[in-house]
């Protein structure tokens, strides 16, 4: 197989900011893998993804660029994979390649999900079928027969009380909002106050791992009053002991994400969260992320599936696992100005639901240009 990519950066249509960070653009990475060059350039006969490096796990854009010929070499000797357990063999072969060259599991997390993602988008291409048929042929019954796909909800980050509720008014057409916080608790609380005096709406909050346990309990217990669905991520991923001081002490349920990596983090968490979400790039992919929602099933907690700033590429693998989940947060390609695959796929967002449009191969998503790709 070969591997083209394509630097991109990703414009915001307004600044994003959360406790930790903020920003306006992002340098992403687009990729399509086919059996050969020339299907490229041929409409449903290469599969897509896209790298998408997030600081705060390790992963860097310099590093993903840097080990691109390494995957080509990788790919080249490959055979395109007929089936999902193919592409789960190839993306174990893959990540034991790259960590015998002393990269972190971590750090390289977004890769797997990119080449793992775009692998079984071109697995379904070319058996002219849609993801969405691939991806039931490796589901339980049960899985299989849950059709609903769920609202998802809208992010609000962190801002001034005044854009909060401009941004209130903008995003009328979701029924869940999402809002950062992260601040001190009095910032905090006018946020909420904003948004809440503009809108009924389903509200959501996320600090971002910005409190401390006093502040997170004095929150919790504020937000009661406003109706608030769950918060997300209170303290830092290291404060196992303090997530489960916290669960006593408010009826909001606690939904844990960046104390959650991998499949052993569920369990170590399991008793200090009530719920969990998974995004892709962080825990390396469609498929992992399957067996995530499983395992969170078993510890009987409730599964959130969220998103990063993201292309309609990257955030079309997320639709079609989100019917298993109980919450939705994918809205990453909607806060984006310039995704350069807007407006195709099988699955979309209409009036705040992920919706079933088409039933076109894979993803339904194709990039015939070769303008610009860089061959491998």
């Known amino acids: 197989m070969k591997i083209a990519h394509l630097p991109f950066e990703l414009r915001l249509k307004q600044?994003?900011?959360?406790?930790?960070?903020?920003?306006d653009t992002r340098n992403i990475i687009l990729i399509k893998i086919a059996q050969s060059e020339e299907?490229?350039?041929?409409e449903y006969k290469h599969g897509l993804g896209k790298i998408i490096p997030y600081a705060y796990y390790g992963q860097t854009y310099d590093l993903?660029?840097?080990?691109?010929p390494t995957i080509a070499k990788f790919l080249d000797t490959a055979p395109p994979p007929k089936n999902i357990s193919e592409v789960q063999a190839l993306i174990n072969s893959l990540r034991t390649t790259l960590l015998k060259k002393g990269n972190q599991k971590r750090a390289i997390k977004h890769l797997e999900s990119a080449i793992g993602g775009a692998l079984l988008d071109l697995c379904a291409k070319l058996q002219n079928i849609s993801l969405m048929e691939l991806l039931k042929n490796n589901m339980t019954p049960e899985e299989r027969a849950t059709t609903k796909f769920p609202l998802t909800s809208y992010t609000l980050g962190i801002d001034t009380p005044e854009r909060m509720k401009e941004k209130t008014l903008e995003a009328s057409e979701f029924k869940i909002l999402k809002i950062k916080l992260g601040q001190s608790a009095e910032q905090d609380k006018e946020s909420i106050r904003a948004v809440r005096s503009c809108t009924?709406?389903?509200?959501?909050?996320d600090a971002?791992?910005?409190w401390n346990l006093d502040t997170a309990i004095e929150m919790s217990k504020w937000l009661e009053d406003f109706k608030v669905e769950f918060i997300e991520q209170p303290l830092p991923p290291d404060r196992v002991a303090e997530h489960k001081s916290l669960i006593e002490k408010t009826s909001i349920p606690i939904i844990l994400d960046e104390s959650i990596l991998e499949i052993s983090d569920i369990e170590n968490n399991c008793n200090a969260c009530h719920g969990v979400n998974l995004k892709f790039s962080k825990s390396g992919g469609f498929l992992q992320c399957l067996e995530m929602v499983r395992k969170a099933r078993a510890c009987n907690l409730?599964?959130?599936?969220?998103?990063m700033i993201e292309t309609s590429v990257g955030i079309g693998f997320a639709y079609h696992l989100s019917a298993l989940v109980d919450f939705a947060d994918l809205d990453g390609n909607v806060l984006t100005a310039n995704d350069p695959y807007s407006g195709q796929g099988n699955l979309t967002i209409c009036d705040g639901?992920?919706?079933?449009?088409?039933?076109?191969?894979?993803?339904g998503i194709t990039d015939p240009h070769t303008a610009s790709w860089i061959t491998h």
């Open 208 to 210: 971002n791992c910005g």
């Open 353 to 363: 639901r992920i919706t079933e449009v088409g039933n076109k191969p894979g993803l």
């Open 302 to 307: 409730k599964v959130m599936l969220g998103s």
């Open 15 to 23: 600044t994003f900011r959360i406790a930790r960070s903020s920003s």
């Open 200 to 205: 009924h709406t389903c509200l959501r909050v």
């Open 39 to 42: 299907d490229f350039s041929v």
């Open 64 to 68: 993903a660029l840097e080990l691109m």
